[in-house]
Each structure stands twice: as structure tokens, then as C-alpha cells.
């Protein structure tokens, strides 16, 4: 059976010359991987991290790694792909949903909602530094657990008042929250440990140390 699917951009895994296992986030199946052919030409920009793509998906009844083809990008991401720190906080975020979402599992809404993150960040043209820390708060909603202060506040450590500002605000207010590199790297790892809590998941983000040094100059 063959279907039309979007598919997201998690991470890849190189067979070979010709051959790429792509771990992506698809509304229909949730996260799962599939194998493609390498682009003639060395495409591979078409995998980059958190690219949405349109896909023609082709089922395999003796295999759970079915084959994609005729991938096509749904958004250029222009904003995202012409700015350094967008693409490091795009690894970041990629590399937070591969190493929590488990291979088979399906959150009603996910793709949605992480679909929507994507443009969102594509679209912003400055305030965005705190982009990532929002982006694991909600993702922690859309997982299925609210992250309200009193759950944040055995992880806090020593930037309680920060988090209740991260918490409490509405988008906008939120990317002014007041922060360092320093202190937005030390909430990361604090929300991630966060995640791993409630997933039963270690999720160590090496990509966080590339954000760590590009948000640095974001003011």
C-alpha cells in the first residue's frame, strides 16, 4: 500500500553509498523510520534537521522499515536555514524529540503542534533566544504532562524565579524573559531533566552545548 504523508526531520542514519534510514515524526504512524535512496547530486540539504517534507510512503508488510520516495520540502525555512542560531536551536530541538519520542509511539496532535513550532521559529525575526526553553515547555504539554511551577520546582535549582516567569507568561512575554547564555543553558538542562523524569528517559542533548554558545549573543 502506498500513501502521501508529511513527514519531520528527526535524525539520520547513513547505509552505505546510496542508502539513508530517515527517523522522522509523521501524523499518521507518529515517529518511525523509513528508508530512502541518497539524492543524485548529495541533496542531503532535503534531511536537515526539523525540515518538513512531503513524502509518497510505501508500506512493507515483511519489514517495519517501509521505503520513502519522491521527498519534497513543504517550506523553504528560509528564516531558519539563513541563520546560524535558528539552526543550532533546530539541531537542538530535533535531537530533544528523537531521543524522547520512542520509535512507535503516536501522540495524538504531536505532529501538529511541533509542525506549527517549526514555522513559528522560521517566522520570528529577533526576541528568540528563549525559543527553546518555551519550545520544551510545551513540548512537555504536548506529551501529556502539564509542567506547572510546583512540578518544575524539585528540578529548579537555584533559577526558581525564572521558571515562574517561563511559565507564567504568554508567548510574547515569555522570549523577554530577562536571561544570559548561562542561565538559559542551566534551564535546558533543568527542563530536560525535567523530560527525562516523566518519560523514563535520560535525554542528554550534546547539541546543547553549539546553542549554549550561539544564544550567548542573542540578546
Same mark, same amino acid.
Given at each position: 500500500?502506498?500513501?502521501?504523508?508529511?513527514? @519531520?526531520?528527526?535524525?539520520?542514519? &547513513?547505509?552505505?553509498? !546510496?542508502?539513508?534510514?530517515?527517523?522522522?515524526?509523521?501524523?499518521?504512524?507518529? !515517529?518511525?523510520?523509513? @528508508?530512502?535512496?541518497? *539524492? &543524485?547530486?548529495?541533496? #542531503? $540539504?532535503?534531511?536537515?534537521?526539523?525540515?518538513?517534507?512531503?513524502?509518497?510512503?510505501?508500506?512493507?508488510? &515483511?519489514?517495519?522499515?517501509?521505503?520513502?520516495?519522491?521527498?519534497?520540502?513543504?517550506?523553504?525555512?528560509?528564516? @531558519?536555514?539563513?541563520? *546560524?542560531? &535558528?539552526?543550532? #536551536?533546530?539541531?537542538?530541538?530535533?535531537?530533544?524529540?528523537? !531521543?524522547? @519520542?520512542?520509535?512507535?509511539?503516536? /501522540?495524538?496532535?504531536?505532529? /501538529?503542534?511541533? /509542525?506549527?513550532?517549526?514555522?513559528?521559529?522560521?517566522?520570528?525575526?529577533?526576541?528568540? %533566544?528563549?525559543?527553546?526553553?518555551?519550545?520544551?515547555? /510545551?513540548?512537555?504539554?504536548?506529551?501529556?504532562?502539564? *509542567?506547572?511551577?510546583?512540578?518544575?520546582?524539585?528540578? %529548579? =535549582?537555584?533559577?526558581?524565579?525564572?521558571?515562574? $516567569?517561563?511559565?507564567?507568561?504568554?508567548?510574547?512575554?515569555?522570549?523577554?524573559? *530577562?536571561?544570559?547564555?548561562?542561565?538559559?543553558?542551566?534551564? $535546558? =538542562?533543568?527542563?530536560?531533566?525535567?523530560?527525562?523524569?516523566?518519560?523514563?528517559?535520560?535525554?542528554?542533548?550534546?547539541?546543547?552545548?553549539?546553542?549554549?554558545?550561539?544564544?550567548?549573543?542573542?540578546?
Amino acid at each position: 500500500m502506498i500513501h502521501r504523508s508529511r513527514l @519531520i526531520v528527526l535524525n539520520t542514519t &547513513k547505509i552505505g553509498e !546510496r542508502s539513508l534510514v530517515l527517523h522522522a515524526l509523521s501524523p499518521d504512524w507518529g !515517529r518511525r523510520s523509513f @528508508i530512502t535512496s541518497v *539524492p &543524485k547530486g548529495g541533496r #542531503m $540539504a532535503l534531511f536537515q534537521p526539523l525540515n518538513i517534507l512531503d513524502a509518497e510512503v510505501t508500506e512493507n508488510p &515483511k519489514s517495519d522499515l517501509w521505503r520513502v520516495h519522491g521527498l519534497s520540502a513543504v517550506h523553504a525555512l528560509a528564516g @531558519i536555514r539563513t541563520s *546560524p542560531a &535558528k539552526n543550532a #536551536m533546530t539541531l537542538f530541538m530535533s535531537e530533544v524529540l528523537w !531521543r524522547t @519520542i520512542r520509535d512507535g509511539a503516536r /501522540e495524538e496532535g504531536l505532529f /501538529e503542534w511541533c /509542525e506549527r513550532a517549526v514555522l513559528t521559529l522560521d517566522a520570528l525575526e529577533g526576541d528568540y %533566544a528563549n525559543y527553546h526553553l518555551r519550545f520544551l515547555l /510545551e513540548l512537555a504539554s504536548a506529551l501529556g504532562f502539564s *509542567p506547572a511551577l510546583a512540578d518544575l520546582a524539585p528540578f %529548579a =535549582e537555584t533559577h526558581l524565579n525564572e521558571l515562574r $516567569a517561563l511559565v507564567q507568561s504568554d508567548f510574547g512575554t515569555c522570549m523577554l524573559v *530577562p536571561l544570559n547564555g548561562e542561565a538559559r543553558s542551566e534551564i $535546558a =538542562e533543568i527542563l530536560l531533566r525535567y523530560l527525562s523524569y516523566h518519560t523514563e528517559t535520560r535525554i542528554e542533548a550534546r547539541s546543547l552545548r553549539v546553542l549554549r554558545e550561539l544564544c550567548s549573543q542573542l540578546i
